[in-house]
């Protein structure tokens, strides 16, 4: 099994800049992808980015492109995602997903779930 925990969630003001954390734990060498989806209230959990756990194969939502970036530190079994010039939209739960195979958009794809991280965007 593989644990994954968000954190990094808050309130910034838009047009700022706020990072997630994933810190992943348990059996990560079967990790192929990892990455991060969104759920805003009364909406279904959208894909925003992905990365390979090896390599640089990344994957984003076309209205995060530009403005958000994925990464991942394999000594801390970290993903990252920052986020800069943000936008009201953007609110919404914050999930990190992994999956044993490459980056792909589609949740249902993903095996591992975290918690979440309530991030929130003030216009």
């Known amino acids: 099994q593989v644990q994954l925990v968000e954190s990094g969630g808050g309130l910034v003001q838009a047009g700022g800049s706020l990072r997630l954390s994933c810190a992943a734990s348990?059996?990560?060498?079967?990790?192929?992808?990892i990455g991060w989806f969104r759920q805003a209230p009364g909406k279904e959990r959208d894909f925003v980015a992905a990365?390979?756990?090896?390599?640089?194969?990344?994957l984003y939502a076309d209205s995060v492109k530009g403005r958000f970036t994925i990464s991942r530190d394999n000594a801390k079994n970290t993903l990252y995602l920052q986020m800069n010039n943000r936008k009201p939209e953007d609110t919404a739960v914050y999930y990190c997903?992994?999956?044993?195979?490459?980056?792909?958009?589609?949740?249902?794809?993903?095996?591992?779930w975290g918690q979440g991280t309530q991030v929130a965007v003030s216009s």
């Open positions: 990365i390979s756990w090896i390599g640089d194969n990344t």
């Open positions: 348990g059996r990560t060498a079967s990790i192929y992808a």
């Open positions: 997903g992994a999956r044993r195979g490459p980056p792909v958009r589609g949740q249902s794809k993903y095996e591992y």
